[in-house]
């Protein structure tokens, strides 16, 4: 696609259950990202794909965040058991692999907005 | 391990004054420095960034950034602010040859009249 599409834009959900969310990132970008951003805390980095590397997960903030890459291209990212402090945007962003010369450059989504209640 | 420092989570100008936003990383290795902006509703988009070659940066909206690796520093600048410069923008950095970027925690900016 032309940009990075995610989904849900708006999610409320209940303390306690599951939600997904999903980004669709350029085509041909090998490299997916994950940031969350809460008010006054910046970007967060969460977790980075590249290619058929593995993930560099070192940003999760608990056991409970996960995300995963299909076929190298949509990302979802899962948080279970969701807790008041979840409640951020969710920002994904993809580039192209290393050694190209747009690499390091993010395109970033608009962002889902989770609350929880 | 990488990181950066934006001081001023806010910054407040007039119209037509200088725009200094402050950066400081810190890395164990060549960086690549980022500035990214977001506007009020909108997603970020990259501002200017500093891959090693000429240590002064010039971005869109005739932002500028020098890379000066004796003070640790990627400050922004504008010589003159418009009301349309009013957004947040955040530092970011990336050790050299590789893409994780560290962001800061961003520096709203306010211009007015």
């Known amino acids: 696609g032309a940009g990075v599409s995610q989904s849900p834009s708006n999610k409320v959900t209940e303390k306690g259950k599951d939600v997904e969310l999903r980004c669709d990132p350029i085509s041909g970008h090998t490299a997916l990202y994950w940031y969350r951003q809460s008010l006054g805390q910046g970007l967060e980095f969460l977790i980075y794909f590249q290619g058929n590397s593995a993930p560099d997960k070192s940003g999760l903030p608990s056991d409970r965040f996960s995300a995963e890459r299909t076929g190298g291209s949509v990302s979802t990212l899962t948080i279970q058991r969701t807790q008041q402090e979840d409640s951020a945007v969710y920002l994904c962003a993809s580039s192209h692999g290393q050694g190209n010369s747009g690499a390091n450059v993010l395109t970033f989504g608009a962002g889902s907005r989770l609350t929880v209640l | 391990a990488q990181s950066v420092t934006q001081l001023g989570s806010h910054v407040s100008v007039s119209e037509g004054a200088l725009v200094l936003l402050r950066c400081n990383y810190s890395?164990?290795?060549?960086?690549?420095l980022f500035w990214y902006v977001q506007y009020p509703n909108q997603g970020l988009q990259l501002l200017l960034k500093y891959t090693s070659a000429a240590t002064l940066v010039k971005g869109i909206n005739g932002f500028e950034a020098e890379f000066k690796k004796s003070e640790t520093s990627f400050h922004l600048t504008k010589p003159s602010a418009h009301m349309s410069d009013a957004a947040e923008y955040f530092c970011a950095v990336s050790p050299a040859g590789f893409q994780k970027l560290v962001f800061g925690t961003g520096t709203r900016l306010l211009v007015s009249p």
């Open positions: 890395s164990s290795v060549p960086p690549y």
